[in-house]
């Protein structure tokens, strides 16, 4: 450890980190992505095909799903609910719920 920083064979030895690749680890919002991944794939629909519903990018989309966007606005996630044919209260957990009417 040289000037209070640890060094990359510390952090792997102390701590379980590899140095060699970037680590990707899922958020709190995994939830949230499950759900999208879900309703997403009983509908038979791609991340770009909901994108495109929805209005917004299929990076924003593929982000949450898998847990790699850390947030993103309301208005998105009202975007992305309507690309997934729901309301908002059902994509994010608040409700149980169907399909809503198109």
């Known amino acids: 450890m040289a000037y209070g920083i640890p060094c990359a064979p510390c952090l792997t030895r102390e701590y379980g980190l590899s140095y060699f690749a970037p680590v990707r680890k899922r958020t709190t919002a995994s939830s949230l992505g499950e759900r999208i991944l879900s309703l997403r794939t009983d509908l038979g629909l791609s991340v770009r095909d909901v994108a495109k519903r929805g209005g917004v990018s299929h990076s924003i989309v593929h982000g949450l799903e898998r847990g790699w966007q850390q947030s993103t ?24 719920g169907d399909r809503i009417a198109s």
């Open 73 to 96: 606005s309301v208005e998105r996630l009202n975007r992305i609910a309507k690309g997934l044919g729901v309301t908002l209260a059902v994509l994010i957990g608040v409700e149980e």
